[in-house]
């Protein structure tokens, strides 16, 4: 037969087909090793068992808490060790400049993220990083403005920025009051009355957490609460001279811990600030769960990138708007404003660095978790700065007492309750949202 009249090779004959283009190529049908459609990434739809998926979806998100647990935890020691030392032994006491470089510093947390994952994506070109970089996180804006995952396209062509400059507004200037109030009970009541009131901020942020968060009232979270509280009590009041033991400095704001006063002046008054400020901070942390975090079912990785955008965003709105009080206290001479010098300036720089690293944790912490368990879990900073002042050479040094060791291991008791309560129903949530939709989350590990 002529060669023009023979028939087109079929598929699976084991003969290559005549390309229909210049560049395209050969392909063997007949190879068992070619598919015949072009291959997809199949790890969205690896895992269709509903009660699997909820189950890996929430050790995953634990995961990923627990190590920005661990850095947040370390980073917060350096900083409340550097602070104290800056301000008892340097002599450099200037509080609100402190607070205003402390939340400023948090400016840093999207670049120094940008950086990471650019360095993990070295090989892609730079625009179609970039765009798919500020693709997420508009997508994940939308979805916590919306508080929903699947956006209607009306609202997705709408810009979030208008959304977010009043949230970051609203929540940095709850955030700089609460820290502030410390500041302000400092010198007006005793270390061991700062400490125990300031840290009861747990407890408001579960009482907030219930009436904004929706969130059911468990007598095991009330009991682990409880139990922290009863801890940080104990460290405050088990020994007759308090020592710089634990305090969340205003949120992460930077200060240290209160000397000790002999007799305290105003110190019903300076408690009544420092409880008003606790129950301010128990209330950002759940503001900043309910108006700045992706709803459930965001994959942990949209969190983490968003919480650390945010986070920048508090640091963009102190540098820019905050600085204001500074000219009026330096021209009142309440705070008469000073730059540090020498060894000062180089502890600060090393203290406020610490403190981005702390707050940006401490953000992705609430955005994966709860603000109750993260609450909780920054109480967990004061054994642990306990047992550095015990490490720490003379005369930094502060032993470490059998109160503080009592505290201590309530603190850590009451934290390990509320993570196996909070993980349970993290798991049965998800477990009852993946069965009735069956939704898969997001996917942003291209990044």
């Not at 994940?140 to 009043?166: D, G």
């Not at 125990?196 to 907030?208: E, G, K, L």
């Not at 905050?322 to 009026?328: A, M, S, V």
């Amino acid at each position: 037969m002529p060669s023009d009249l023979r028939p087109p090779p079929r598929h699976g004959d084991g003969k290559s087909q005549t390309p229909l283009l210049a560049n395209d190529k050969p392909r063997d049908y007949a190879s068992p090793h070619r598919p015949l459609a072009p291959r997809r990434s199949t790890s969205r739809f690896h895992e269709r068992d509903p009660e699997t998926s909820a189950s890996k979806g929430t050790r995953k998100r634990y995961t990923y808490a627990a190590a920005f647990l661990v850095l947040s935890l370390i980073s917060f020691t350096v900083q409340t060790e550097t602070a104290v030392y800056i301000q008892h032994n340097l002599k450099w006491n200037k509080a609100y400049c402190m607070l205003y470089l402390t939340h400023g510093s948090w400016v840093i947390l999207w670049p120094v993220q940008l950086l990471i994952l650019r360095v993990h994506k070295a090989k892609m070109p730079w625009r179609p990083f970039w765009r798919r970089h500020v693709q997420i996180l508009r997508q994940t804006a939308q979805m916590v403005e919306h508080q929903t995952l699947h956006v209607p396209s009306p609202q997705s062509r709408k810009s979030p920025v208008p959304y977010f400059i009043k949230t970051t507004a609203f929540v940095t200037c709850a955030l700089t009051v609460a820290g502030g109030s410390w500041y302000v009970a400092v010198d007006l009541t005793t270390a061991s009355d700062l400490t125990a009131i300031y840290n009861c901020s747990a407890f408001f942020a579960y009482a907030f957490a219930i009436p904004i968060l929706k969130e059911k009232l468990k007598w095991s979270k009330v009991f682990a609460v409880g139990v922290a509280i009863i801890g940080v009590l104990v460290v405050a009041y088990g020994d007759v001279s308090p020592g710089k033991h634990g305090n969340k400095s205003g949120g992460g704001a930077g200060g240290p811990n209160a000397p000790a006063h002999d007799e305290a002046s105003n110190r019903a008054l300076g408690n009544i600030m420092i409880g008003f400020g606790s129950i301010l901070y128990g209330f950002y942390e759940v503001l900043y769960k309910r108006v700045a975090c992706p709803p459930d079912g965001c994959s942990p990785g949209r969190g983490m990138i968003f919480a650390n955008t945010f986070g920048s965003m508090i640091g963009l709105f102190t540098l820019t708007v905050l600085w204001i009080p500074i000219p009026i206290l330096h021209v009142t001479g309440i705070e008469p404003f000073a730059l540090p010098r020498g060894e000062a300036a180089w502890m600060l720089l090393i203290s406020v660095m610490a403190n981005a690293t702390f707050s940006g944790s401490f953000l992705v912490l609430i955005s994966l978790t709860s603000p109750v368990l993260s609450s909780v879990a920054a109480l967990l900073t004061i054994f642990l700065v306990a047992v550095v002042d015990q490490l720490l050479p003379p005369p930094l040094n502060n032993p470490l007492s059998g109160a503080a060791i009592a505290g201590g291991c309530l603190i850590i008791g009451a934290f390990l309750l509320l993570s196996y309560a909070t993980y349970r129903e993290m798991d049965e949530e998800r477990r009852h949202k993946a069965a009735m939709n069956d939704v898969e989350e997001s996917d942003v590990e291209d990044l």
